[in-house]
């Protein structure tokens, strides 16, 4: 007997009885030919006590830097916004922590109605009419988001802004090579989408035209506009046209104009900053709404309202022939598995938040944010990288290196942000550093960063100047 | 009503409307408090967001206050089933306990709060977490590398149909047809389409296993993959796995192991032993990362050395530390994958102070990344705390169990003439999972799979998997699993035979089942005809 199992001897004795075997290696021994058995234990410690257990992943996290061991600025795609109590209380209940998808709709209804509120939610934010109950996470979502288009046009080309998140990009080039599709990417101007570029880039051949709000850089993009012009330049003599799909970041979406008022067709994003602790990333959850006409090209789980026999309000999957298990090689997707979890603290946390809140927040974030990007760009040595409007994360361009600044910063306990070149790979990134603005830094958490980034950049441009970076390389060292 | 009373008919319970938290609340009511703004406003005075691009309403969000929102979650969590309420023998899902200890320590700030782009310097403990788990998972496929970054067993697999595309086109070869057996799971065929190659699909023989001589008649040099699980989804092991590897690998093809009952064989029998190239794990079925209603779950894939090239990027690589004062050293030896890092593993809470960890991106021949960031880290470190609390040993223990408690379901069932009913679709022992059919039953009896189903609920009991795989009749897909005791295995196989009992002397007590459920049968035909997915608001 062993952890978690509760056969005793006499038990096992009685089973094997009734099984009609002599052994439990009996079982094995008849049904696992000889040459596929391992016939020897496997090459793992043994096992541990739960004290044990705990001490070692404790020891672990001991060595890992979070959020709560230095003042982080670092966001580009996840960030540290508060994740109240009342979340991890709810998501450790049983009967939400512990049942399998909701295939047996009478004994799931909490489930089921979590999903059709998180719809609903979702709905009300992004102002488009449906929503799936989630998939995997934001970079995940924008390639299913292209497998939808395919489906839905027939067409071969996905047009990428270059204001998309890295992962976002390379996760669905990786999907498009499967659906057979070509990506092609749309640089960017003073920080967004490049009009022009944008408009030329898609033509009849375009599945979807494809644009992050705000995007990677932090720049809040002209969505109406990019909406149009992708309607516009991809239209066909049949009535044909792209797929419009924006990838939002749900917390802006209290002071941002919503997707659906922009003209776009398929909102995506990552669900992170809504109630989900960054867990190193993930898992958290994706999240995929979209106008009436493609309900039935969504993929994943979608619950819907009915009546039980007796006539009372009750919660279903629906829909499901578009799914793996019911279509097999047609369906919609492949997906099994989401983040129920995760999409049950997205929709509480949004409660929490409210109709004001939401409001209040990206305020404060905006202002923070706008505060953050002047008092830094009025360093020595540092500039905006763009002047377009920024809501909770910007970015700036030093005149020193910026592995170099950052590691100056850390030993002052201040993580700056993250290295927009290191993140990208982009050329024109040389020099970048992304800043993430939550309501958790204050105006005195700015000033501070303001302090020891202009300290260190000051230090890094006297370094070079002087020409031994061997000395500097030594006094940076983490 | 607790599992395995006989069921009375209860009253109806009385008339609850489902209200959503839209319905609740009142305007101005609210949880949240705004920290205040402490930035002074723009000197110049300009709007920091153009009109054009605000927001003009608020979104319609719910207006309540906390201790409504705890109210209404927490009452209508009570609405749903859950594993630690009952057994959940759900077939192909592995409902095992879930150990508490890791939602502890996935909680510790050190991993819940660590953000994904924190240095790989400053993550040292998170990376070693996941080469350790890497180094285990290896272990038990039997296969040297591994990726932990799908996000669930579909993404899993997708990563695996991905890269056997990307292996064969390496080699210059254009092949697009997999092999699926039909009594595949179907994320296998969905996944094949996605990945832009057809289905072939291969016959199931008089025993469960694989038709060799179909599968023989399919496999040519347009063939790039078999997909197959093993033990398959009738629970059976198939006995002819190493003559079917010889035929897939003697075409030049690869060969695929969906992961999804990798909870019978741990610690007996490995895929990369039986011929597997490409190996999925659910950590949400064998290694107990809680389902959470429907995710998150976690896919990881491990592959063998041909398939290597190719996988996802970023990878966790573990380098030598350098000696001396460092910076000017040679650069340390890497090591990729899994290989050589077992004896080093987590045998002690003493950490290696003798490596550092690094995610590697420079893989050239990489299909690339499959989501954001390193996949879903909290589910790793949950099955990690899971895999040091068995250790070598207790792996095996819970195959064995799971297959025990299966064998002894499957006997205990066929007593009290429920066979005569419910007989064993193929074979005649199982491996961790079996499957029924009510074939019999429906014709007997007069009750259908789906009422033996709903009226296990009155009994207490979440039913089993129902009507898969296709090719069985009425199937029912039985997976205790090992964590359940005895006890609970007679008390569910007493269930049934009282259902059948019943449905002998009047059926449509079970025709009209469940009664004891927060609500009856739901009308899922209007659902779909006219969909109501969202909560209506004025």
Redesign the interface.
């Known amino acids: 007997?062993?952890?978690?199992?509760?056969?005793t001897d006499a038990?096992?004795d009685?089973?094997?009885a009734?099984?009609?075997?002599d052994s439990?290696r009996e079982?094995?021994d008849?049904?696992?030919?000889a040459?596929?058995?391992?016939g020897r234990?496997?090459?793992?410690?043994?096992?541990?006590a739960?004290q044990?257990?705990?001490?070692?992943?404790?020891?672990?996290?001991?060595?890992?830097?979070?959020?709560?061991d230095e003042l982080?600025f670092?966001g580009?795609?996840?960030y540290?916004h508060y994740v109240?109590a009342?979340i991890?209380?709810?998501?450790?209940?049983?009967?939400?922590?512990?049942?399998?998808?909701?295939?047996?709709?009478?004994?799931?209804?909490?489930?089921l109605?979590?999903?059709?509120?998180y719809?609903?939610?979702i709905?009300?934010?992004t102002?488009l009419?449906?929503?799936n109950?989630?998939v995997?996470?934001?970079?995940?979502a924008v390639a299913a988001a292209g497998?939808l288009a395919k489906l839905h046009n027939g067409r071969r080309r996905l047009v990428v802004s270059a204001g998309l998140?890295p992962?976002?990009i390379?996760?669905l080039?990786?999907?498009a090579?499967?659906?057979?599709m070509e990506v092609v990417e749309v640089p960017l101007t003073d920080g967004a989408t490049d009009p022009g570029e944008w408009a030329r880039a898609i033509d009849a051949g375009t599945s979807a035209a494809i644009f992050a709000q705000p995007n990677f850089y932090g720049a809040?993009e002209?969505?109406?506009a990019l909406s149009a012009a992708a309607r516009d330049a991809g239209a066909d003599a049949g009535g044909g046209r792209p797929v419009v799909i924006c990838q939002v970041d749900p917390i802006t979406?209290?002071?941002?104009?919503?997707p659906g008022?922009c003209g776009v067709d398929v909102a995506v994003g990552?669900g992170q900053p809504l109630g989900n602790?960054?867990?190193?990333?993930?898992?958290s959850f994706g999240l995929f709404a979209a106008r009436e006409e493609y309900?039935r090209r969504m993929p994943g789980?979608?619950?819907?309202?009915?009546?039980?026999?007796?006539g009372?309000?009750?919660?279903?999957l629906?829909?499901?022939?578009r799914?793996?298990?019911?279509?097999?090689?047609?369906?919609t997707?492949?997906?099994?598995?989401?983040?129920?979890?995760?999409a049950?603290a997205g929709?509480?946390y949004?409660?929490?938040?409210?109709?004001?809140?939401?409001?209040?927040?990206g305020?404060?974030l905006?202002?923070?944010t706008?505060?953050a990007r002047?008092t830094l760009a009025g360093l020595d040595g540092v500039q905006k990288l763009h002047g377009r409007?920024v809501?909770r994360e910007f970015a700036v361009r030093l005149q020193a290196d910026v592995g170099a600044v950052?590691r100056r910063c850390?030993k002052d306990g201040v993580?700056p942000g993250?290295d927009l070149h290191a993140?990208s790979g982009r050329a024109e990134d040389v020099g970048g550093l992304l800043v993430a603005i939550t309501?958790q830094r204050?105006?005195?958490d700015?000033d501070r960063l303001a302090e020891v980034l202009g300290a260190a950049v000051a230090a890094e441009r006297d370094r070079t100047v002087a020409g031994d970076p061997?000395a500097a390389?030594?006094a940076v060292?983490? | 009503m607790s599992a395995g009373a006989v069921a009375e008919i209860p009253p109806t319970p009385p008339q609850v409307e489902a209200r959503t938290i839209f319905q609740k609340g009142a305007p101005g009511r609210r949880a949240f408090v705004c920290p205040p703004v402490d930035v002074p406003a723009p000197a110049d005075g300009k709007e920091l967001l153009p009109a054009r691009f605000r927001r003009t309403e608020p979104p319609r969000l719910p207006e309540v206050s906390e201790p409504e929102i705890v109210r209404h979650y927490v009452g209508i969590s009570k609405r749903n089933f859950d594993l630690d309420s009952g057994f959940y023998p759900l077939g192909s899902c592995t409902m095992k306990h879930n150990p508490r200890l890791h939602e502890r320590v996935a909680a510790l700030p050190g991993h819940a709060r660590l953000h994904p782009l924190q240095h790989p310097e400053r993550a040292q403990g998170a990376l070693e977490l996941m080469w350790n788990l890497q180094s285990a998972l290896s272990e038990i496929s039997g296969l040297p590398y591994v990726s932990l970054q799908p996000s669930a067993g579909s993404h899993g697999e997708l990563a695996g149909v991905l890269l056997t595309r990307a292996y064969h086109e390496d080699r210059g070869e254009t092949r697009r047809r997999v092999l699926i057996p039909d009594t595949a799971h179907g994320t296998n065929p969905a996944t094949v389409t996605m990945a832009g190659m057809e289905v072939i699909k291969l016959a199931t023989d008089a025993a469960g296993g694989i038709d060799v001589d179909d599968l023989r008649a399919k496999a040519g040099p347009d063939v790039a993959c078999l997909m197959l699980t093993n033990p398959n989804t009738l629970g059976l092991f198939d006995p002819n796995i190493e003559q079917i590897a010889a035929i897939v690998h003697g075409v030049g093809a690869t060969l695929y192991y969906d992961g999804a009952n990798l909870n019978a064989v741990m610690g007996l029998s490995r895929p990369g032993d039986m011929g597997f190239d490409i190996v999925h794990f659910n950590l949400h079925k064998s290694f107990t990362q809680p389902h959470g209603g429907g995710g998150p779950g976690s896919g990881p894939i491990a592959v063998s050395e041909r398939i290597a090239p190719f996988l996802p990027r970023p990878l966790v690589v573990r380098r030598e530390r350098p000696h001396g004062n460092g910076a000017a050293g040679a650069p340390a030896e890497r090591e990729d994958g899994a290989r050589g890092a077992r004896a080093n593993g987590h045998s002690s809470t003493r950490l290696s102070t003798a490596f550092m960890y690094d995610l590697d991106y420079e893989r050239p021949k990489s299909i690339g990344r499959l989501r954001g960031f390193q996949g879903n880290y909290g589910c790793l470190v949950r099955a990690y705390a899971y895999i040091c609390s068995l250790g070598a040993d207790g792996l095996k223990d819970a195959s064995e169990v799971a297959v025990l408690n299966a064998n002894y379901l499957l006997a205990r069932l066929k007593e009290h003439g429920v066979a005569e009913y419910l007989p064993l679709a193929y074979g005649r022992l199982c491996m961790h999972e079996f499957v029924l059919s009510g074939g019999p039953m429906k014709r007997g009896l007069q009750i259908k799979t789906l009422d033996l189903a709903k009226r296990l609920l009155d009994f207490g009991y979440h039913p089993p998997t129902v009507y898969f795989p296709l090719l069985v009749d009425e199937a029912l897909m039985i997976e205790p699993t090992e964590t359940e005791t005895k006890e609970t295995l007679d008390g569910f196989a007493d269930a049934i035979a009282s259902i059948l009992k019943e449905a002998g002397e009047d059926p449509e007590v079970a025709r009209n089942a469940p009664y004891s459920t927060p609500v009856r049968r739901l009308d899922e035909v209007t659902a779909a005809k006219s969909p109501v997915i969202r909560q209506a608001l004025d």
């Open positions: 007997m062993s952890r978690y199992t509760a056969i038990n096992l009685a089973m094997l009734a099984i009609g075997v439990v079982l094995f008849r049904q696992i030919p040459g596929v058995r391992l234990a496997l090459d793992l410690p043994g096992g541990m739960e044990d257990v705990y001490a070692h992943l404790r020891a672990l996290a001991a060595r890992n830097s979070s959020v709560e982080s670092l580009a795609g996840m540290d109240p009342l991890d209380m709810l998501t450790e209940r049983s009967e939400f922590l512990t049942p399998y998808t909701p295939y047996q709709p009478e004994i799931s209804q909490g489930g109605q979590v999903m059709f509120e719809q609903t939610a709905s009300e934010l102002g009419p449906v929503s109950a989630s995997y996470d934001g970079p995940s497998y998140h992962h976002s390379e996760t080039r990786t999907h090579h499967g659906f057979g809040v002209d969505a109406e979406l209290g002071i941002l104009k919503p008022e990552e602790r960054l867990d190193f990333g993930g898992p309900l789980r979608i619950a819907g309202e009915t009546v039980d026999a007796e009372r309000r009750g919660f279903v629906t829909l499901q022939t799914e793996q298990h019911i279509r097999r090689e047609k369906a997707s492949n997906i099994c598995t989401a983040q129920a979890l995760n049950l929709v509480v949004l409660a929490w938040l409210g109709r004001a809140g939401i409001v209040e927040l305020e404060l905006l202002a923070r706008h505060y002047e409007p809501v950052v850390l993580n993250v993140l309501e204050s105006r005195a700015i061997a390389g030594q060292a983490v």
